[in-house]
């Protein structure tokens, strides 16, 4: 940010072990938190929403990441556009609200109309020589994939950005099954959380503190139990599931992208849930119809990492999507999203509690445990400790992070 601090940023980066927690300033600076912004998430790609958001022409959803606030709006053609909210003219943001309906995208500052492809359709009074197409909106990169709607704050040619449809290749394999296009949402709730975004994400990419902080979770995931006892001892019970299901016309196995593409991390990893658990439920037994192209269930569990801020949990029957958004040094906001297929209907099919009982408590849990982390942090004796055996993918979160940042 400033001279004088981007050099301790460096300082910082140099001086952390591998395989400890970060330095301090990683999770309270202000500068470091404005690299982070500029260095790691304006070159990712960024989950918004799932496209059941934006159902006709003229729906609108903002969203506010990295300083940006970007405007997603369907057109008349049904395509999905993402505009910076900036006008042209002396640089108001143009939509105040966090969504809605429109014809028109208008300024309420001066009155400058776009259109909802972007242009500049009307702004009166100006000189005889103004050229209304010179000044369109900024658009901004937007993807829609399996339902999901993701933007890119970066320009298209940038090279610490990873291309989109490698991203989506690789996972899209495991998401397909599922069928998030012919989803709806039943659920969605807002968790702001007082950690930085950094602690939220070390927290979703380890499960050492599963067994002390969440009993529902870990009552529900027997991986959890297994793996705590003997690292990895459940790889046995997921291979000899994998081997059946392969047989069976399933997507098994899992992914690691730590050794392809390192501008943004993804991966996968499938296994069982629990003997005699259908799905993420209090009971095992399933919270709705099959999703997708499923015929069985096979009682399995996916989760599906898209970068640093997006992961999609998959059963057989729901979906949940968890969207981390940083908002300041020591506060992030989680969202959290449940899909079922599209024709499910609410109360025959099913109930909007059971399908978000594990993972609301859970996140809630979690509000709390990342809030007094940073708490903790925060002290004057907090140095960075070491990580468990258990505690590999954030550790492997941290590693590239340092190497992105530094
Ligand atoms: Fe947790």
Redesign the pocket.
Known sequence: MTAATAPSIEAFAGRQRPGYSLEQPFYTDPAIFERDMQRIVSHQWLFVDHVARLPTPGSYLVYRIAGESIVLVKGRDGQVRAFFNVCRHRGSLICLEDAGSTRTLTCPYHGWVYDLEGRLIHAKNMPADFDAAAWPLHPCQVRVFEGLVFINLGREDDPATMPFDPLADALGRYLRPNRLDKAKIVARKTYPTHGNWKLAVE??RECY??AP??PEYTMVNAYVKAGDDNPGSYQAVTRAWADAWAAKGHVVGNLDSTTTDRRQPYGVFRQPIREGWQTLSQDGRAVAPLMGDLKAFDCGETLVIWGPLFYVYLANDHATLFRFTPVSPTITDVVLIWLVREDAVEGRDYNVDRITWMWDV?TI??TT?IGDNQTGVNSRRYVPGPYATLEMGTRGFVDWYVSRIA
């Open positions: 927290n979703f503190h599963c902080a969440h859970t849990q979690d445990i």
